[in-house]
């Protein structure tokens, strides 16, 4: 099967880096597959596997994520037998291509989504939401059959390994200034307003002073500026670290104890669901999907947007509680995520969905 992925530019967000796990899986999995993007390069491209054929539209990179020049006659050279569209901007080109091969939209996000992203839900063969909420969104807020909705979750992308114990979490935390018995907070999203990290520093200003903890906020982006002032602004250095963008956050998912998350607008959280495989529990603002992404009042906690006092409460009772129990809980939710979340499950997924489709078209 000839599979053909489009996606605007392999910045370094949760997209992208499935849009280059199931390219990567499907070429593994003897199918030719073609990982096309708008703009050349990106923080990403290094990750692309050598048995991807990646070309790119634009000969310079224009800085243009919607500009998709010669889309449809590329599409048409490479003939595909089926088109997977991933990402806001390829999912409004994605009308275009339908008489090309069977097209697949997909509903990865909890913004308000563009005209042409309607009409290419509209158009399209097949649409993957990669949560439930998400899909529930898609029937009742844009009016698509659920019939015509696969939910198929989001993958795990970075493994697993190592011990909590093990030597290179004690070096983790050690570069940050973390003490054993320091409870360290993390979240690893790009820095978009939509993300709220600045809402994670005003409630952890607010934790009581005799609790041992850091913040850590990796990830780079357009508001890391802004907040990187408010933490100097409150005297908050040695607790709130900033570790940069992270081609592969697993060391500080090791170092960390809990997973904690802010973000407006989500499908389903990859940064969640890679915490919960390294054993991390979650504490985060109630979003589409969230919920999705861990074992609610066991493994996870979901707070009504907005409630500061509830957040902090939440994270009180985690930083406070007897290490035996976080333990346990922390078992729970690395069996959880590895389960739910596994790629070979999703991939497998993915590649049914590709037949019982392509079968379909078939004349």
Known sequence: MKIL????????????RQSILLANAFAIAGHPTTLLTFRPGGALVDTV?????H?????LDLGLDWFAPGLVTRAHQIGPDIILCM??????HAWRLGEIAPVIATMRTGKSLPWL????????????????????????????????????YNSLVFAAAGSPASPARGAVRADYGAKPGTKVLLCVAMFRPEKNQRELIEIAAGLPESLDWQLWLAGDGPARAECERLVTGKSLGARVKFPGFQHDPAPLYRAAD???HASSSEALSNFLIEGQAHGLLAVAYEAQGIRECFVPGRTGWAIPRGDRTAFRATLSRRISEPQIAHDERAADARAFARTAFDPARQV????????????????
């Not at 596997?49 to 054929?53: H, K, L, N």
């Not at 158009?123 to 009742?140: F, W």
């Open 87 to 92: 990402g806001r901007m390829a999912n409004c």
């Open 55 to 59: 070309p790119t539209l634009q000969r």
């Open 348 to 363: 497998a997924a993915y590649l049914e969905l590709f037949h019982q489709l392509t079968t379909r078209a078939a004349p």
């Open 49 to 53: 596997s050598t048995e991807v054929d």
């Open 258 to 260: 809990l997973a904690v």
């Open 5 to 16: 992925i489009i996606q605007d530019f392999l910045r370094s967000g949760g997209t992208e």
């Open 117 to 152: 992203f309607r009409r290419s839900l509209r158009a399209a063969k097949h649409v993957v939401a990669n949560s439930r909420d998400a899909r529930d969104n898609l029937v009742r807020h844009h009016a698509i059959p659920a019939a015509k909705i696969a939910v198929i």
